[in-house]
């Protein structure tokens, strides 16, 4: 039989996601729990029924609908590749992202080897958090690696996203090791991320590379992603929190940039 995968979007010309003009695969299911979540569709492995509600007017309508689709590799390389011109041109590729991609780790390999097949630049945008013997797996196939760093103390990333950051540091030492290009994206939530001491230790990590960590991306913590909470019924725990604006991460930046790195604020 053949493998097939739970995909909840594919989103065509995305610039954010690598160099380029690419094709991001969002895959369902992540085994992290993080209180600010932009992507809530992506956690849960399974199909989910969500109620999208549209008003106009005074009418309000309740449409039914399904979160997620199962789809074969054929099926997902055929619309990634229908764009394989605008690729080409731009320097771009395909993007695998979610959730997080190595939950589903048989059918990421089989969409990697595809996209290798045809000469695709291939980004991985995970959260590390998987086993040495998976991530070995995906590292030939993979040109670029979007890897999350998001807590530095152990505690504190329990605390806030339900694992242990130990394996997540490995995994990230380890494909350094590989010399397999890398960028750093750091979400900066309001009073969880942005403490002087994480900034400090994430500046002292990627120094302590020597210039392997070339860039870092800052996500600013953001609350448009309420209404998928609320098609999803389920709790937006961080609804109060004022979204951060390109500028209030100003300083930030600069405060990266002085540690010799480049830095982009990302959407
Ligand atoms: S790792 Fe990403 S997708 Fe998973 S819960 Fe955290 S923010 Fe959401």
């Known amino acids: 039989m053949k493998l097939k995968g739970i995909i909840f979007d594919i989103r065509r010309f995305s610039t954010n996601d690598g160099p380029g003009i690419r094709t991001t695969v969002f895959f369902k299911g992540c085994p992290l729990n ?6 809530p569709e992506g956690r849960s492995r399974e199909i989910q029924k ?35 011109i605008v690729y080409e041109e731009s ?3 395909v993007t695998f992202s979610g959730g997080e991609p190595l939950e589903q780790h048989e059918f990421l390999i089989e969409l990697l080897k595809i996209s290798k097949e045809n000469n695709l630049h291939t980004a991985l945008d995970t959260t590390g958090f998987t086993s040495p013997e998976i991530l070995e797996n995906v ?6 690696f979007l890897y999350d760093i998001k807590l ?12 242990t950051n130990k394996g997540i ?6 494909i350094l090791q590989k010399k397999k290009d890398v960028i750093i994206r750091f979400p900066v939530v309001p009073e969880v991320t942005d403490s002087g001491k994480n900034i400090q230790q994430i500046k002292e990590f990627i120094a302590k590379h020597n210039g392997s960590l070339k860039e870092i991306h800052l ?6 992603a309420d209404h998928k909470y609320i098609k999803l019924n389920a709790v937006n725990g ?6 951060l604006k390109e500028k209030d991460l100003l300083p930030l930046k600069e405060d990266f940039e002085s540690a010799g790195i480049k830095v982009k604020i990302s959407g």
């Open 169 to 174: 540091l490995e995994n990230l030492e380890h």
């Open 34 to 39: 993080c209180g600010w979540c932009h992507n």
């Open 219 to 224: 996500l600013p913590f953001h609350n448009i």
């Open 50 to 84: 969500a109620t999208r509600i549209n008003r106009i007017g005074e009418s309000e309508f309740r449409i039914e609908e399904e979160i997620g689709k199962e789809m074969s590799a054929n099926e997902v390389m055929k619309e990634v590749l229908s764009d394989a």
């Open 91 to 93: 320097r771009g590729g």
């Open 238 to 243: 961080m609804k109060d929190i004022v979204s």
């Open 139 to 144: 590292i030939e196939l993979t040109d670029l």
């Open 152 to 163: 530095m103390n152990d505690e504190e990333h329990i605390k806030h996203t339900g694992v």
